[in-house]
């Protein structure tokens, strides 16, 4: 298998080079020579996250023997001491079982490189110490830099890498040089102007092509299933549209509060934090034209072409909705409202729940409602993306045998519980013909005998495989921020969020904005 692996492929050609496609695409692919450095390794992301899914892959056999792992924070460790932290993440919190000839390769090459961002001294250090694992590891040059830290420290660690030399790489053959990349996490700026000046910023030190934007719904498996259920099948597509198609509700629904994330939440709420990014991610591919091929390129060209046309409905009172959460149970847990977790200002108006409606000006969606909702402390923690289709013409029953029949569905279940649902009517068993709605399930657990990836897996992977498919442009994060920038404006001129009480599903507004088109929120 190992000789199968790209080495040192050189930037971007990866997905010109004809050979590609000869080569067996269901073998995975293993990362070459490479290290990765971690900014803001001491964070929760990192921990819970970033270690682990680094173990999982090597667990797994992705990872190249000449692997380096670089952290980078104040704390004052040695490279065992850091060692030692990775080690309990990987322990607490990876997906795959701890395997200790695993963890002895791996642990080989861990670094830690001590000092604040401002310090140059620092910087000189991490330059050293890819150079010496360069020698030590064999990791070629090739090196990773994943920022997860707050956007406000981007400026200066771009500066950092920049002025030491640890952005670009040289060489006489352009072609066979080693890669340099930045990995970066949301949020992308907190509206277009900013998020414009961060890719302005992101863009003067690494090019588009070497800038990976992390958004962990699209490394997760049902994410990326949607294609394959819209694409890979004939049944589905004839009816994806508005002639069939009644509208869309994509829902992402926590049973979480904000907990110990007060302090970063407040200020920016449920629509900057998931609808900006992932829930139109998941419209995106929901609502996209089939790409003419599963290039990135031409993956980003649809996305961008659908985002292009998505707009909001006004007016805007009547078409969004946003609240914030109040004390209530959730199961047999009794939970504290917003204004008593620790760090959130009681008299904030950040929403922790949002819905709006959009509309998609194309001529497969033209007429076709797409509403999107999202939120903390709801009935339960679900992901889908539920279209519902139109009833049929014409039903020749009498009404009473009808009245249990609702609208077809398909049930994309993002998560927990991953699979897809079909809804359909059926005739009860019995002497009369009544027809109700049933369930036709198809579930991962019961298809397949392999766990799925972790989302974290499958992007870092691909970050050090030099695969950008599942990582959005700046263009996307560009046209997510237009869209919903007027009901950030709108909101900001408006009063409290409204309440809702913990456990429930929503503010009552939140219902009478679906209400008023005559349809209703699903209860998952
Ligand atoms: C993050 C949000 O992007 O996604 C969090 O910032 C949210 O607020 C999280 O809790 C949910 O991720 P998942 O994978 O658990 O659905």
């Known amino acids: 298998m190992a000789g199968a692996a790209p080495t040192d492929r050189p930037e971007a050609a990866e997905w010109q080079n004809p050979l590609r496609d000869k080569r067996d695409k269901r073998l995975p692919r293993i990362a070459g020579p490479c290290s990765m450095v971690i900014f803001g390794v001491t964070g929760d992301l990192s ?9 999982d892959l090597a667990n797994r056999g992705l990872l190249p023997p000449a692997f380096g792992l670089v952290g980078f924070a104040r704390r004052d460790y040695a490279d065992e001491d850091f060692a030692q932290v990775v080690l309990e993440a990987v322990k607490a919190h990876a997906r795959t079982p701890f395997r200790q000839e695993v963890w002895d390769q791996l642990s080989e090459g861990i670094r830690f490189v001590q000092g604040s961002f401002d310090d140059n001294a620092a910087f000189d250090r991490l330059a050293d ?10 990791t070629g040059g090739n090196h990773a830099f994943y920022l997860s830290i707050p956007p406000n420290m981007f400026p200066v660690v771009l500066d ?10 040289t060489g006489p053959d352009a072609a066979r040089k080693p890669w340099r990349r930045v990995v970066i996490e949301k949020p992308f700026g907190h509206d277009l102007h900013s998020a414009q000046e961060l890719n302005a910023l992101v863009n003067g030190v690494f090019p588009e092509e070497r800038v990976f934007r992390i958004d962990h719904y699209l490394g997760k498996e049902t994410v990326q299933n949607i294609l394959a259920l819209r694409f890979a099948n004939q ?27 007060a302090g970063y939440y407040d200020g920016i709420g449920a629509a900057r934090d998931v609808i900006q990014n992932h829930l139109l991610q998941l419209l995106a591919l929901t609502a ?13 060209a649809e996305k961008i072409k659908v985002l292009s046309a998505t707009k909001l409905v006004e007016p805007l009172d009547e078409t969004t909705a946003r609240g914030q959460y109040t004390e209530g149970w959730q199961g047999s847990e009794h939970v504290v409202g917003l204004a008593e977790e620790e760090g959130f200002d009681p008299n ?48 020749p029953f009498d009404q009473t045998m009808t009245e249990e029949l609702g609208q077809n569905a398909l049930v994309i279940r993002v998560q927990p519980d991953e699979g897809i649902t079909t809804r359909f009517g059926s005739k009860v068993p019995g002497s009369s013909m009544e027809v109700r709605d049933v369930n036709m399930d198809f579930t991962y657990g019961e298809a397949f005998t392999e766990s799925s990836p972790e989302a974290y897996e499958r992007l870092i992977l691909d970050v050090l495989l030099g695969v950008p498919s ?7 994060v560009e046209l997510s921020w237009r869209i919903l920038d007027p009901v950030l404006e709108h909101w900001a001129a408006e009063g409290r969020p409204e309440p809702y009480e913990a456990g429930t599903w929503g503010p009552p507004s939140a219902d009478e904005m679906i209400a008023r088109t005559g349809r209703e929120w699903r209860r998952p």
């Open 160 to 169: 950092q890498l920049c002025a030491h030399g640890l952005a670009q790489t």
């Open 47 to 55: 921990r819970k996250k970033l270690m682990p899914a680094i173990y």
């Open 348 to 395: 904030s108006k950040t929403e922790t729940y949002a819905a709006i409606r959009l509309q998609i000006d194309t001529r497969r969606w033209a007429g076709v409602p797409f509403f999107l909702r999202t939120g903390k402390r709801l009935g339960r923690r679900v992901t889908e993306i539920a279209v519902i289709f139109k009833r049929a013409p014409h039903l």
């Open 129 to 138: 110490t890819l150079t010496t694992l360069d020698k030590e590891r064999g």
């Open 288 to 300: 996209m034209e089939e790409p003419i091929s599963f290039e990135p390129k031409q993956l980003q």
């Open 235 to 261: 049944l589905y597509e004839p009816i994806w549209n508005a002639n069939f198609v009644d509208h869309v509700q994509i829902t992402m629904a926590e049973d979480i509060g904000l907990g110990g994330r």
């Open 470 to 476: 599942l990582f959005p442009v700046n263009a996307e």
